[in-house]
């Protein structure tokens, strides 16, 4: 399996993909709104862009699908439930879901709600794996749940699928925002020494177009939302919402640390 990060540049701060097989040079393009760049550096490589995988529903993520759909004639696929919100599917994708590319990639589809309740990831079946997640996980952060969502369900998709697998699976998130999450994580666990070192690198360092990409062993180092238990971010959540039970569950955190990075 190779990987091509394609750092759009815009506003929003997207990242897409493609995913290809070495032996048949057939390519997968994630969430491709800067459909423009990804067909460049397929013809740079000598691809063939086949499918087209949206994690979600928003127009970030799926606005470049019309013009990759017509330059390539790719099949397009996503959430079995985003029908009446992505036009043109030729696939819904359910939990367990098998996305093959070429003759070498197997990417398996998870339901990940809570950003969207029609969200997907993809976890490649290599050696060490891959999470392509989209607006779920973020380096060093989670989604927001502000346009169709639920922090309570997010919450879910975190603790029951995200947590459990391998620490050396490597994220490749939607968009670009670690330096501010890592910022939000020393603002909720000041103590943080891994997330305080990390955010000094990357402060004189951090280069989108050529981003570090981080393990979900590292993002439990320096991700408040997968820090749910530790005593620090427990007290400092305390400063704000005082009734806080003294010993809260883990959901009940991971809401309310999601109610401050709103506002954040």
Same mark, same amino acid.
């Given at each position: ?9 815009? =506003? ?7 995913? =290809? ?19 460049? %550096? ?11 995988v ?5 127009? +970030? ?5 019309t ?42 589809? %998870? ?14 079946n ?16 989670a989604?927001?749940c ?15 699928? %995200? ?12 968009? +670009? ?18 997330? =305080?070192r ?32 530790? =005593? ?13 039970? +003294?010993?809260? +569950? ?15």
């Amino acid at each position: 399996m190779i990987v091509e990060q394609i750092w759009t540049g815009n =506003a929003y701060r997207n990242f897409n993909y493609l995913i =290809a097989c070495g032996e048949t040079g057939e390519a997968l393009a994630v969430d491709p709104l800067d459909y423009k760049k990804c067909l460049a %550096l397929a013809e740079q490589r000598g691809w063939t862009i086949t499918q087209i995988v949206n994690t979600h529903e928003h127009g +970030d993520h799926t606005g470049g699908n019309t013009p990759m759909i017509a330059a390539t004639g790719a099949r397009l696929l996503a959430h079995e439930n985003a029908g009446n919100s992505i036009a043109g599917m030729d696939q819904g994708l359910t939990a367990g879901d098998v996305v093959k590319v070429g003759k070498s990639v197997e990417l398996l589809a %998870l339901d990940t709600p809570g950003h969207t309740m029609s969200h997907v990831c993809l976890l490649s079946n290599t050696d060490t794996p891959a999470l392509f997640c989209g607006d779920t996980l973020f380096n060093a952060g989670a989604g927001n749940c502000h346009n169709g969502g639920h922090p309570s369900e997010l919450y879910d998709t975190f603790s029951r699928q %995200l947590a459990t697998l391998s620490p050396d699976t490597l994220i490749y998130p939607g968009h +670009d925002y670690i330096t501010n999450n890592l910022e939000f994580t020393m603002d909720r666990e000041p103590d943080n020494n891994d997330a =305080a070192r990390l955010l000094e690198s990357l402060k004189a360092s951090h280069n989108p177009d050529k981003a570090m990409v981080t393990s979900l062993g590292q993002e439990k180092l320096v991700n408040t939302f997968f820090r749910l238990g530790n =005593a620090s971010v427990i007290a400092r959540l305390r400063e704000s919402f005082p009734e806080l039970a +003294d010993k809260p +569950d883990e959901r009940e955190v991971f809401v309310h640390l999601r109610q401050l990075r709103n506002a954040w």
